[in-house]
């Protein structure tokens, strides 16, 4: 009984290393689609009309409603909510020492570099990143992206690029959106709370808010919308196993860009904060 | 079962042996990961013919299907499709080769987000400068064909399991394809419907004058629209005939398939296990 034991432990360790190696090379054959995804994208964006396959722009502008316009009532309303949650939680951390006047120094920089692109990018993926991975897996089962292919047109072409784009430009731009949402809310809380008039608020945000505090904020919002919308198509397109394959790739694709985003994040302030 | 079903010589079958060829498989082999699915599978298909690949489940036919489409790579051999090696062209021959061919899919593979007439003048978009009204003639031409006018502005999801296989016939030959695949065309169906798709993919042939190559494993469908059968077992073939050749052969397994022998009544446990685990040999 104890040999077999001894004899098991060699064996799982085995298993254990054996998983974890294929892992690892799962996770890097993803990471090396995404870069081949992410250059045939921009190979048909800027070469598609020399091969006779130019972008679809109309599929473009119908993937820019879905991303940015109709996602514009859930942002308005959470990014007001989230700008009067950092408000109370300054003003609450700053009373300890006496210096609540300052908590608009703290939102104005915070809200730009961090929590606007941080909050839009998590929206983002929960809401269109998933309907992405689910769009494209639905039509890997039903053959749609072969009858693409067999029909000589490009899949990366037809369905990638137009979404990638339509994250480029709206991404950054409802980041702009939850920025100036978040800081409506939350000066709306500060004169309520510290009793200062909403001119003086403004002011001094806009003495504090430099360019580059929003250019790194928008940066960051461009850089996620790469992510989320690589993540959706890798998952989308590795869908197997039918409609259940769908949902578990959806909740995976959604698990992934939030946490490429948290991590992307962090390496982003560390880098910019080092220079 | 319908008098014309069980009697396939009623139809006059044209003689195409002097036919040029229009696809060739020379020693066709496919892997699935180690797995080998085909082994070494030799195939020709003549122009203006009905070809029938038929075969149980799990006999690569559709594997034959996709490697035949340039959906999955060969391990080895050569698949000649109108002239040009899909083994050895780049992507762009590819693109221009695929604009010769129409496939109509098990599922009809219709885009959701377009609607049938949307559907049908996709490949016209992406292949051609013509103006949407011609485009718009055209595919509603074809849409007379599979006998399907009046549902144009219909989505996908709003059509029966019939109307979705003849929408995607509808597809397949918009752009009057030399060859035309069908995967499974009459699965699904009940057999009137199937009936009449199979008289759709006969009209088809003569109509227009193209090959056909049907996967099936609807026999009354096969001995009724095939100038020669394929018969695939365990990823090779065991015969390739016409529908009298292939009635009459005496192989066993030809047999079973024909007379639905279940498998398990002429298979070994031992040989059905080392079949459903079978590595690389």
């Not at chain 1, 928008?218 to 959706?232: M, P, Q, R």
């Amino acid at each position: 009984m104890a040999e077999a034991g001894d004899r098991a432990i060699p064996t799982r360790i085995a298993e254990t290393l054996d998983k974890v190696g294929r892992s690892a090379v799962a996770g890097i054959a993803e990471v090396g689609l995404g870069a081949v995804l992410l250059w045939q994208s921009i190979y048909w964006i800027f070469l598609g009309r020399s091969r006779e396959q130019p972008l679809r722009i109309s599929a473009t502008f119908e993937r820019c409603m879905e991303v940015g316009i109709r996602a514009l009532p859930i942002v308005t309303m959470l990014s007001v909510t989230m700008g009067i949650m950092f408000a109370i939680q300054g003003i609450y951390t700053l009373r300890v020492f006496g210096a609540e006047e300052q908590v608009t120094i703290g939102l104005g920089i915070s809200i730009v570099r961090e929590f606007g692109p941080l909050l839009t990018g998590i929206m983002v993926a929960g809401r269109t990143g998933s309907s992405l991975a689910a769009r494209l897996g639905t039509m890997r089962i039903s053959q749609e992206v072969d009858a693409l292919e067999v029909m000589g047109i490009n899949p990366v072409r037809f369905l990638v690029a137009p979404a990638l784009i339509a994250m480029m430009v709206m991404v950054p731009l409802l980041t702009l959106w939850a920025d100036i949402m978040m800081l409506i809310g939350a000066g709306w809380y500060v004169t309520v709370d510290l009793g200062m008039s909403f001119a003086a608020y403004t002011d001094r945000l806009l003495e504090v808010i430099e360019l580059n505090d929003v250019l790194h904020g928008l940066s960051k919002a461009a850089l996620f919308s790469i992510l989320i919308t690589l993540v959706g198509v890798i998952n989308g397109a590795s869908v197997t196993g039918g409609a259940e394959g769908v949902g578990r790739m959806t909740t995976r694709s959604v698990v992934l860009s939030i946490s490429a985003i948290i991590v992307t994040d962090m390496i982003f302030a560390f880098i910019t904060t080092r220079s | 079962m319908s008098e014309q079903a069980e009697k396939p010589e009623d139809r006059e079958r044209p003689d195409l042996t002097d036919a040029p060829a229009v696809i060739e498989v020379k020693k066709l082999v496919t892997h699935y990961g180690t797995r080998k699915i085909l082994k070494g599978i030799d195939l020709t298909v003549r122009e203006g013919e009905i070809m029938v690949i038929m075969g149980g489940s799990g006999s690569g036919k559709s594997t034959l299907l996709n490697t035949l489409l340039g959906l999955l790579r060969p391990t080895s051999g050569n698949v000649h499709i109108l002239g040009e090696d899909l083994t050895q062209i780049s992507q762009v021959e590819k693109t221009r080769l695929r604009r010769k061919i129409g496939v109509a899919f098990q599922g009809g593979a219709l885009f959701g987000s377009l609607n049938v007439l949307e559907n049908i003048m996709l490949p016209l978009r992406e292949h051609t400068k013509l103006d949407v009204n011609t485009m718009r003639i055209m595919a509603r031409l074809k849409m007379q064909v599979v006998n399907l006018s009046g549902f144009e502005h219909l989505m996908p999801s709003e059509l029966s399991g019939g109307m979705t296989k003849r929408a995607a016939f509808a597809r397949a030959v918009v752009m009057d394809p030399r060859i035309l695949f069908c995967d499974e065309p009459s699965a699904g169906l009940d057999p009137i419907v199937a009936s009449a798709i199979d008289d759709l993919i006969l009209n088809l042939r003569d109509a227009m004058g193209m090959s056909v190559v049907v996967v099936t494993h609807e026999l009354e469908s096969a001995f009724r629209i095939a100038d020669r059968i394929c018969v695939l077992d365990k990823g090779g073939i065991l015969m390739t005939g016409t529908v009298d050749e292939i009635r009459s052969s005496d192989n066993e397994r030809i047999q079973n398939l024909l007379n639905r022998r279940t498998e398990t009544e002429t298979l070994d446990p031992e040989e059905y296990l080392k079949r459903l685990t079978a590595a690389n040999d």
